[in-house]
């Protein structure tokens, strides 16, 4: 798996896992963060989320066109620097005013320009690295490592953020509870049945409400939302070390650090520049394109995950878990699991005896420990909406190895699918995602009532194993394909197509939350499935197109 891989792959791996997992820290509070503050509805705050998703992921775009003219690393430097000016706007408590607004407004946009000039420019360093021939076989497995690197991040953000928000709470004497933002705004703008509910509940969370509901809910409010920017103020420190890794290991991958034009003019490089004829380019360029415009309803649908599937966890999951179900909102259980996939998979890989018992010890020794952090949980656990996005991360990471097997076994038989036919097959999976959230949602009612039917959260947990499945076989492969089909004198912007392709589906992953509480709730997933359906079906007409592409 990690054998045999260039050394430069671990550094840029680990250099993205680092800002990933200040993005993904950030990301999983973002939209509980401006409904809390703000008071926005949920079909505002979702526009607000994907508006600022499309920037995110438009702007490597323009971010690749620049890189191929100045250079991938000096780009990377730019856009970090950037970022961080960002998440520090971002953190600064203001009041829920319009100046608030503007800082706010601001942070956003200066992480979304950073990070077009940081993500998709790294990403072409991973894939010049298998320009040369020496690596090449081994780049669909490459972006797979790498995939699962961002996602280690991304495995603890949630975490991290659910700690630090019931950290800064208890210093006030307060918990968290999902229903109260939304009536604490009514009560402020003098709903006197939404102050009966806040007494209510915060009675039964064990909160001191005092003489006054209105000054109770101000303070709520307030210290909520400074906790959510202290949560923003970790992506500031991950983005330090991230760096820190990227400068010290440059060594490892600064001779892949170089575009078509510095290349030409180089003495070596690690592989010549392939020349292409205007018709080769002309019809790369266009399977390229074709793959983006179907990817667009993959991540329409799948990034659902921070805004309606939040909701969802908010408003129509219980917000308590009993039995098995436990383990998997404790984020270090999760962690000794995932190792454990790995380790055990190094039993079977190992080359000597020795390597295969040690492997088989530290096996057992995580699963030991995994079993050991349960038996010593509570028999019924409270849960916050966003840890439920750390199981699509803690399923990349676990599931990559299966996946990378799976893969090998077929290459080694000729029959591994193309990386296109991969991109087919994911949107079909995920179309199954959302039948199970289709069906779980049969029974539910727009807008939720307190006190309203509620579903277990083994909904959110299977949509998302089923969801991570599809994201496997189209993620890294779709990144992977364009590494390896974009024409040399235009890797930077094509790598920034795909990430645009990504933008405009987070930018239509908004209509979902459009239509909250304005058509029926199994409805809305529904869509979602029949789009990803239609996707899939449409990949598999041009598939010949696609895979001539790349010969």
């Not at 950030?26 to 705050?45: E, R, Y």
């Not at 229903?179 to 102050?195: M, Q, R, T, W, Y």
């Not at 010593?376 to 840890?387: L, V, Y």
Request: net charge positive; proline share 4%.
């Amino acid at each position: 798996m990690f054998k045999n891989q260039p050394k430069g792959l671990f550094a840029l791996a680990l250099a993205n896992t680092g800002e990933r997992f200040g993005y993904y820290t950030m990301l999983a509070i973002f939209l509980l963060f401006i409904q809390a503050k703000f008071g926005f509805s949920t079909a505002a705050a979702s526009q607000i989320y994907s508006i600022f998703l499309a920037a995110v992921y438009f702007m490597p775009f323009f971010g690749g066109i620049l890189a191929d003219k100045i250079g991938y690393g000096k780009c990377v430097t730019i856009g970090v620097a950037v970022m961080f000016l960002g998440y520090i706007c971002l953190s600064i408590p203001t009041a829920p005013s319009t100046a608030g607004m503007v800082l706010m407004l601001g942070a956003l946009l200066l992480i979304a320009v950073g990070t077009g000039l940081f993500k998709g420019n790294l990403q072409v360093l991973v894939g010049n690295l298998y320009d040369d021939p020496k690596y090449s076989s081994k780049r669909d497995s490459a972006f797979s490592l790498f995939y699962m690197a961002i996602n280690i991040g991304a495995m603890f953000a949630p975490s991290a953020a659910t700690a630090i928000t019931n950290w800064h709470l208890g210093k006030y004497g307060l918990v968290y509870n999902g229903e109260i933002p939304s009536l604490a705004h009514k009560v402020l703008a003098g709903d006197a049945a939404a102050a009966d509910s806040v007494s209510a509940l915060a009675a039964k969370s064990g909160m001191e409400v005092g003489e006054s509901v209105s000054a109770f809910c101000t303070n709520y409010l307030e210290t909520l939302s400074s906790a959510y920017n202290l949560g923003f103020a970790v992506a500031c420190v991950s983005l330090i070390v991230s760096m820190l890794i990227y400068f010290c290991c440059r060594p490892w991958f600064k001779h892949a650090d170089v575009n078509s034009k510095q290349a030409a003019k180089a003495s070596t490089s690690a592989a010549p520049v392939q020349e292409l004829t205007k018709e080769q380019t002309k019809s790369r360029i266009v399977a390229l394109v074709l793959v983006f415009a179907v990817v667009i309803f993959f991540w329409m649908a799948f990034h659902q995950n921070g805004s309606t599937l939040t909701v969802f966890a908010r408003d129509y999951t219980t917000d308590t878990v009993t039995g098995w179900q436990r383990i998997g909102f404790n984020i270090w259980a999760l962690a000794l699991i995932a190792v454990s996939v790995y380790t055990l998979f190094s039993i079977f890989q190992s080359e000597s005896k020795k390597g295969k018992a040690i492997s088989a010890v530290v096996t057992a020794g995580l699963w030991a420990g995994a079993w050991f952090i349960y038996r010593g949980m509570a028999p019924q656990i409270s849960i916050m909406p966003q840890e439920f996005q750390q199981f699509n991360p803690f399923f990349v990471v676990a599931l990559t190895p299966f996946s990378m097997a799976i893969f090998s076994w077929l290459a080694g038989k000729g029959k591994e699918p193309s990386a296109p036919r991969k991109i087919g097959l994911g949107m079909f999976v995920a179309a199954c995602g959302f039948l199970i959230m289709t069906i779980a949602s049969l029974g539910l009612v727009m807008p939720q009532i307190i006190g309203g039917p509620r579903v277990g959260a083994t909904t959110l947990m299977s949509t998302y194993l089923v969801l991570t499945f599809a994201e496997l076989l189209l993620s890294p492969m779709g990144i992977s394909f364009v590494s390896k089909v974009a024409p040399p004198k235009y890797k930077g912007m094509m790598m920034g197509g795909w990430f645009a392709a990504t933008a405009i589906g987070n930018y239509l992953s908004s209509i979902p939350g459009l239509l909250w509480d304005r058509m029926p709730l199994w409805a809305i997933w529904a869509v979602l499935m029949g789009l990803c359906i239609i996707a899939g079906l449409v990949m598999f007409a041009l598939m010949k197109r696609l895979e001539a592409a790349t010969k």
